[in-house]
């Protein structure tokens, strides 16, 4: 089956700092989604991007369905940040796989 | 305000005592679908529907019963809880098969002792 990677696996920053999240998927896909989980484990979704680029606030997304990797930008990050970022794909029968996830901690 | 609404949010039940987790969501979606997570095994699909009436098996099915006599819920049965279904599960939707993304529930903490 597809494979969902995401990396990096663990990331500690300091609050303002940007950084990049990546997913690589092995196979083609029919769409993608990012979510945050946040410490309570709610899943709240932050893009749905099969393809393109697209911003919302601090957040950013970009996917390269072509060469199969999508990329999570944030910039200046704060406390709340904080949590596992997924990215999902979507094949066949509207299933989501998710990646491996990228556990961020922003520190005041 | 559009969501998925899961009651409920956390549960300590016993070995063998049928329980309901509900899920209803107000978007008029036309696919739902119930995932668990654990650690170590991530996220994996339990059961969906793609509209009413119409229920399949995801990966993880053995435990589990759905129905979908409405369009707006979707309950998951577990009708003899074992220890070995203590997990995090999550109710999602969408629009429709094809180019949609999901919105998720907030979630339930199941423990069975």
């Known amino acids: 089956g597809i494979q969902v990677e995401q990396s990096p696996p663990d990331l500690i920053l300091q609050e303002g700092a940007n950084s990049t999240l990546r997913c690589n998927f092995s196979d083609s896909v029919n769409n993608l989604q990012w979510f945050h989980q946040n410490p309570w484990g709610q899943l709240i979704n932050l893009f749905y991007i099969p393809s393109g680029t697209k911003q919302n606030g601090r957040l950013s997304a970009t996917t390269v369905a072509t060469e199969r990797y999508s990329l999570l930008y944030i910039s200046s990050s704060q406390t709340t940040d904080s949590g596992v970022y997924f990215c999902a794909v979507i094949r066949g029968t509207d299933k989501l796989i998710f990646g491996t996830g990228t556990r961020l901690q922003v520190f005041p | 305000e559009a969501q998925v609404t899961q009651n409920p949010r956390y549960l300590i039940t016993v070995t063998g005592k049928k329980l309901t987790v509900t899920c209803s969501q107000n978007?008029?979606?036309?696919?739902m679908s119930w995932y668990r997570q654990d650690p170590g095994l991530g996220l994996r699909q339990i059961y969906y529907s793609m509209n009413v009436e119409v229920t399949d098996k995801g990966d993880v099915p053995e435990g589990y019963k759905v129905s979908r006599k409405e369009k707006r819920n979707f309950p998951l049965i577990l009708e003899s809880p074992s220890p070995n279904q203590t997990s995090l599960y999550f109710c999602?939707?969408?629009?429709?098969?094809?180019?949609?993304?999901?919105?998720f529930g907030s979630g339930t903490r199941l423990t069975v002792v």
């Open positions: 978007m008029n979606h036309e696919y």
């Open positions: 999602a939707s969408k629009p429709g098969h094809g180019g949609y993304g999901y919105t």
